[in-house]
Antibody, heavy 122, light 107 residues
Framework: EVQLVESGGGVVQPGESLRLSCSTSGFTFNAFAMHWVRQVPGKGLEWVGLVSADGVSTFFTDSMRGRFAISRDSAKKSLSLQLNNLTPADTGLYFC???????????????WGQGTLVTVSS | AIEMTQSPSSLSASVGDTVTITCRAHQGIANDLGWYQQKPGAAPKLLIFPASTLQSGVPSRFRGSSSGTDFTLTITRLQPADFATYYCLHTYNFPFSFGQGTRLQIK
C-alpha cells in the first residue's frame, strides 16, 4: 500500500524558514517524481513544485521559485520542501504527492499524503 | 504559465441528478488534464487522467471529455458520496496549475 506522511509543519514568524518532510512507503521511491501542493484553509489547491525521480530536476510555480527548494533522499525514501523567507500568504496545508511517472510532465499526482499545516504569523 | 479557468465555482444538485463541471485552458494542453475530488479534511483523490480516462476503482458515473482547450467532468446519477469539491489540474508543461475548484452541494 502506497503511504505518504508529511511532517514538519508548525507556526513560524514572517521571514523565518521551515523544512517539511514527506516519508514514503509501499512503492519504489526512486521510480517516481514527487510533488508538493499547497492549500490555504478553506480555499483551493495550488501546485507548488516537483522533483524528478532521479532528483536532478526541480520545477516550481512562478511565485515560489527562488524561495522554496525541493530535495529527495533515496536512502530514506523521503522528500523535503525547504520554505524560506516565509510570509503570511504561505500559510496553508502542504501536501506531498507521488506522480505516476519519473518525470511529471504529461502525467499527474496519483497518491497523496494528508498534509502538514504551516502557519506564518507574527 | 498556463491558466485554468474552472466553472462554476459552486453547484447545487440533488441525488440522482447529472452535473457538468468545465475547465478551460488558456492555451493548448493536449489531453494532459486530471480531475480530482476532495472531501473536507481529506486529501484530493484522482478520478480521471488523462482527460477522459477513468482511474481504477472510480465509478463509471464519472466521465471526462474534451474539445480543444475545454475539458468537462460529467457526473451522472449523483450519489450522496459525490458531494465534494472538484478540481482540474493541467500537467502539460511546467508550472502545472489547478482550476479554482467547484463545490458540489446537495440541494
Amino acid at each position: 500500500e502506497v503511504q505518504l506522511v508529511e511532517s514538519g509543519g508548525g507556526v513560524v514568524q514572517p521571514g523565518e524558514s521551515l523544512r517539511l518532510s514527506c516519508s514514503t512507503s509501499g512503492f519504489t521511491f526512486n521510480a517516481f517524481a514527487m510533488h508538493w501542493v499547497r492549500q490555504v484553509p478553506g480555499k483551493g489547491l495550488e501546485w507548488v513544485g516537483l522533483v524528478s525521480a532521479d532528483g536532478v530536476s526541480t520545477f516550481f510555480t512562478d511565485s515560489m521559485r527562488g524561495r522554496f527548494a525541493i530535495s529527495r533522499d533515496s536512502a530514506k525514501k523521503s522528500l523535503s520542501l525547504q520554505l524560506n523567507n516565509l510570509t503570511p500568504a504561505d500559510t496553508g496545508l502542504y501536501f506531498c504527492a507521488r506522480d505516476a511517472t519519473p518525470y511529471g510532465s504529461g502525467s499527474c499526482p496519483d497518491f497523496w499524503g494528508q498534509g502538514t499545516l504551516v502557519t506564518v504569523s507574527s | 504559465a498556463i491558466e485554468m479557468t474552472q466553472s462554476p465555482s459552486s453547484l447545487s444538485a440533488s441525488v440522482g441528478d447529472t452535473v457538468t463541471i468545465t475547465c478551460r485552458a488558456h492555451q493548448g494542453i493536449a489531453n494532459d488534464l486530471g480531475w480530482y475530488q476532495q472531501k473536507p479534511g481529506a486529501a484530493p483523490k484522482l478520478l480521471i487522467f488523462p482527460a477522459s480516462t477513468l482511474q481504477s476503482g472510480v465509478p463509471s458515473r464519472f466521465r471526462g471529455s474534451s474539445s480543444g482547450t475545454d475539458f468537462t467532468l460529467t457526473i451522472t446519477r449523483l450519489q450522496p458520496a459525490d458531494f465534494a469539491t472538484y478540481y482540474c489540474l493541467h500537467t502539460y508543461n511546467f508550472p502545472f496549475s489547478f482550476g479554482q475548484g467547484t463545490r458540489l452541494q446537495i440541494k
